[in-house]
């Protein structure tokens, strides 16, 4: 982030520091307390015009949790560079997990990579990881095989075209799997923003301020971690 770019999010209202995750006050008694969870993601999941603050941060402050957060903007699920999701994911060295969140990126869409078809079995050999089908069903077999713990993803609730068409394989391929899916970009009611909301909490088409992923993310995504 450039100094002009800091200084321009800054100065955005839903970016105030009364919405630092360090202002945060944690909850009691969460189910997520001490626990540890990966998120894998994209520029939601990093923070991007949100001082690289998400709703993965405010959950460790909140919840009392452990988190990495590994996330680049930009990305894309689909293999075919040294920082795709499927990449990336091979680095983590975390020894444990007890959740394993990852972000369906809008940067599949937007960059017009291969949906692809998903696979027969469940061996990781058998996955395309150059298209998006084979990367989802990499990713979900390489989690449960190295930290043998749960595995949920999440859809942005906001994309650019073409994203629905992901949402819709994303679905398939949880229903196949027995994953489950977070899924934002569905709920309409949640999605829906009046034009105080859309000033506070978007900063552009896709990424949400502070305050969007503090108010309107973050208790969305706990409820759903809490019931898994």
Not at 92 to 104: H, M
């Amino acid at each position: 982030m450039t100094q002009t770019g800091s200084a321009y999010y800054l100065s955005l209202p839903g970016n105030a520091p009364q919405y630092a995750p360090e202002n945060v006050t944690p909850l009691e008694n969460s189910p997520l307390a001490g626990k540890h969870l990966i998120f894998l993601g994209s520029s939601v999941t990093r923070g991007a015009c949100a001082l690289r603050n998400s709703f993965a941060d405010y959950i460790a402050a909140r919840d009392r949790c452990t988190v990495t957060k590994e996330a680049v903007s930009g990305t894309t699920l689909a293999d075919g560079g040294p920082d795709s999701y499927v990449a990336r994911m091979k680095r983590l060295e975390d020894p444990r997990a007890d959740l394993f969140i990852c972000q369906l990126s809008t940067n599949d869409a937007r960059l017009g990579k291969p949906l692809g078809e998903i696979a027969d079995g469940f061996e990781e050999k058998a996955f395309d990881t150059g298209t998006v089908a084979g990367a989802i069903e990499f990713i979900i077999a390489y989690a449960r095989r190295r930290w043998r713990c749960p595995v949920v993803f999440y859809t942005c609730p906001r994309a650019a075209d073409g994203y629905a068409a992901m949402v819709a394989l994303l679905h398939r391929i949880a229903a196949k799997w027995g994953v489950p899916v977070i899924d934002m970009w569905s709920d309409e009611a949640f999605r829906t923003l009046s034009e105080e909301q859309i000033a506070l909490y978007m900063v552009d088409d896709v990424h949400p301020s502070r305050a969007g992923h503090l108010e309107w993310l973050t208790p969305y995504v706990e409820q759903a971690l809490y019931r898994i």
